[in-house]
C-alpha cells in the first residue's frame, strides 16, 4: 500500500492516506511534476504507460509522482525520475501551485504540486510499468499541440504548462 502526504493550503502536513483513496474523496496531498530539457531547449515528455489506473496513455511532463512520508520533495524527485525514466540530472524547484482536476474513473487529482526543472542530454532508459513512450518536443510545437489535440495530455500538464514556460529559462536559454 502507497500513501499520499495530506498537506493543508500552505503545505504544512497534516496526515497519510493510501494513495488511490486520496484520489476518490478527494483530499489535497503534496506532489511533485519533474520538467527536463535536452540542450536544444526541448522538453522530455512521457506517455503515461496504458496500465496506469488514470490517465493511461497520455502524454505529460518528464516525470510526476508524490513524495513519501520522511522523504523531502527534492530527494522523492530525483528518486522517481530515476524510477521512472532512468536517468538523473540536477533540478531546482522553481513555484508551486494547487489543483484540483477530475483524471477518470471516478478520480480526482487534488495536489499542493511542487514543480522542478532540470536540464539533460542523457536518454532515457524508460521503465515500461511507468512509461509507454517518450519524445522530446519544443516549446513552441508543444504549445501548438496543446492547442490543437488537448485530449493527448494530462489535466495537471495542460493546467501548468503555461506557469511551466515562464520558468523554463532556469535551464533554457
Request: aromatic fraction near 10%; charge should be negative; glycine fraction near 8%.
Given at each position: 500500500m502507497e500513501n499520499v502526504i495530506l498537506v493543508?493550503?500552505?503545505?504544512?502536513?497534516?496526515?497519510?492516506?493510501?494513495?488511490?483513496?486520496?484520489?476518490?474523496t478527494p483530499h489535497l496531498h503534496r506532489a511533485f511534476?519533474?520538467?527536463?530539457?535536452n540542450s536544444k531547449g526541448e522538453l522530455l515528455l512521457?506517455?503515461?504507460?496504458?496500465?496506469?489506473?488514470?490517465?493511461?496513455?497520455?502524454?505529460?511532463?518528464?516525470?510526476?509522482?508524490?513524495?513519501?512520508?520522511?522523504?523531502?520533495?527534492a530527494e522523492a524527485a530525483q528518486r522517481r525520475l530515476m524510477e521512472e525514466m532512468g536517468m538523473s540530472c540536477e533540478m531546482r524547484e522553481v513555484y508551486t501551485f494547487i489543483y484540483k482536476a477530475p483524471?477518470?474513473?471516478?478520480l480526482t487529482e487534488h495536489e499542493f504540486d511542487h514543480v522542478f526543472i532540470g536540464q539533460s542530454d542523457d536518454?532515457?532508459?524508460i521503465n515500461h510499468e511507468e512509461v509507454e513512450s517518450w519524445k522530446y518536443m519544443s516549446l513552441n510545437d508543444l504549445k501548438e499541440d496543446l492547442l490543437l489535440?488537448?485530449?493527448?495530455?494530462?489535466?495537471?500538464?495542460?493546467?501548468?504548462?503555461?506557469?511551466?514556460?515562464?520558468?523554463?529559462?532556469?535551464?533554457?536559454?
Open positions: 493543508d493550503e500552505t503545505d504544512n502536513p497534516i496526515g497519510l492516506m493510501e494513495k488511490q483513496a486520496a484520489h476518490v511534476s519533474i520538467f527536463i530539457f512521457q506517455q503515461r504507460a496504458l496500465t496506469k489506473y488514470h490517465s493511461p496513455g497520455l502524454w505529460t511532463n518528464t516525470c510526476c509522482s508524490h513524495p513519501r512520508d520522511g522523504e523531502t520533495t483524471v477518470g474513473q471516478g536518454l532515457p532508459q489535440h488537448p485530449e493527448l495530455y494530462t489535466e495537471w500538464f495542460k493546467i501548468t504548462f503555461e506557469e511551466m514556460e515562464g520558468h523554463a529559462g532556469v535551464f533554457v536559454d
